[in-house]
């Protein structure tokens, strides 16, 4: 992708689409209740991939096309990171937070980017408080801060 670079900006939209459509439908995933119960931990591995992989994606889309306007996702981007960080606490001891917090990195790096963070930012930073927390993500949250202040 950061080979094409500018030659994917045309396209830049309906990729966003795409991606942001398999997010949101992942999303949803946690809380189907008509899939029986052996089908369901096949249903949500799949789908705890599609939302790792399409956070990856979103987040290398987002630091290449920093001055892109996403404005016409807002609604989306926010809706993806807001239901992947309610349950962030639950991986906290756990190496890495994987394509989320790879995602707000990105976000917090930019200016014009930062404001997707805001919702979900006393969330995140309420994580610094848990008694365990792996040193990857202890990191991952300091650096989200020093990335903040540095904006300031």
Known sequence: MRQ??????????????????????????????????????????????????????????????????????????????????LLFHQRLHEKSAGGIMQLVLVLTEHASLASFVEPVLGRLLACLKQPVISPGIRNDLYSLVENLLVLR
């Open 4 to 85: 094409l670079g500018f030659v994917l900006t045309p396209h830049l939209r309906p990729l966003l689409i795409v991606l942001l459509t398999l997010l949101s439908n992942a999303m949803q995933t946690k809380t189907k209740t008509d899939i029986p119960e052996e089908e369901m931990r096949f249903v949500r591995e799949s789908a705890s991939n599609v939302r790792r992989l399409g956070f990856f994606r979103l987040a290398e889309i987002m630091k290449i096309f920093t001055e892109y306007d996403y404005d016409y996702f807002r609604n989306v981007i926010l809706y993806v990171i807001d239901n992947e960080t």
